[in-house]
């Protein structure tokens, strides 16, 4: 695979501006992280550009240590960047107070994290219902949407499991259901199919694809899982803190 360091016109065109109507669902511009180890400053992410559009699926690829998992959590505002700007459907979240970032990530972005973070004391049915609570949906309401979100994931007969009773894949489902609670708009995952054996990782990633083409979610994928290529509108490459765009055949 050839790897394009420099970036198209188009590229160009859309990071020399702020985001309009053709701009992309997320759209970043010069973002730069920084962090310090004692009384050095080490650079991860140097003048970061990127845009992606409504109902892709993304991969974002690279070398261990190269920053991934801090570019998705700055996108997913769970970190702030040093520098730089990042739009999420038109919003500057990197200037939104921590409430109203608070309330726009609850709304708009399904967070899928590595090691499943499913709460083991709770039924697969109840992890999901917690994350309804925690977006304003109670009592029967949440139960009805939990077994609806799980039966969209293939594991609706799996509802009162607790996950020590699940196998990774399942495991994964339920992560993916409790991300989708509330519809949201942006799904991002960090190494999603990691921890799977070649089938659940194949019906994980059959799961992204379905949500990014039949629900025109963007899906923003952080990877070393070269099965998920196929499936991807576009393939970004992360090294040396700098971002760039693998030609897709
Ligand atoms: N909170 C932090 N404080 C200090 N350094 C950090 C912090 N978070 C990440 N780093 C450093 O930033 C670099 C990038 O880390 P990151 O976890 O984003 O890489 P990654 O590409 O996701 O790696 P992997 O593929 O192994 O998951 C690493 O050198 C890491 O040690
Ligand atoms: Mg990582």
């Known amino acids: 695979m050839v790897f ?8 160009s065109a859309l990071i020399n501006c702020l985001p309009t109507a053709e701009t992309g669902t997320i759209f970043v511009k010069g973002v730069e992280m920084a962090f310090k180890s004692g009384q050095q400053q080490y650079q991860v992410l140097q003048g ?3 845009n992606i559009k409504s109902g892709d699926i993304q991969l974002l690829m690279g070398p261990s240590g190269s920053g991934k998992t801090t570019l998705l959590s700055i996108l997913a505002g769970l970190l702030t960047p040093t520098a730089g700007q990042v739009y999420l459907l038109g919003e500057e979240i990197t200037r939104m107070s921590r409430a109203k970032l608070e309330r726009f990530r609850r709304h708009n972005i399904g967070f899928i994290f590595q090691g499943f973070n499913l709460f083991p004391a709770l039924t697969a049915a109840e992890n999901v219902e917690v994350v309804l609570n925690v977006k ?12 609806g979100l799980l039966e969209q994931v293939g594991l609706g007969l799996h509802r009162n499991h607790k996950p020590c009773d699940l196998s990774g894949g399942q495991k994964q489902r339920v992560a993916i259901a ?7 708009q942006l799904i991002m995952a960090d190494e999603p199919t990691a921890a ?36 991807a509108d576009q393939v970004t490459y ?12």
């Open 4 to 11: 394009t360091k420099k970036p198209s016109q188009e590229h």
């Open 48 to 50: 970061i550009d990127w």
């Open 136 to 147: 304003g949906i109670r009592g029967k309401k949440a139960q009805c949407q939990a077994q």
């Open 178 to 184: 409790r991300a989708l609670a509330g519809n949201p």
């Open 196 to 231: 799977l054996d070649s089938q659940s990782g194949h019906n994980v990633i059959e799961l992204l694809y379905q949500l990014a083409k039949e629900q025109s979610c963007t899906v923003l994928v952080v990877t070393h899982d070269p099965r998920i290529i196929d499936v």
């Open 238 to 249: 992360l090294e040396d803190g700098q971002l760039t765009r693998a030609p897709m055949t």
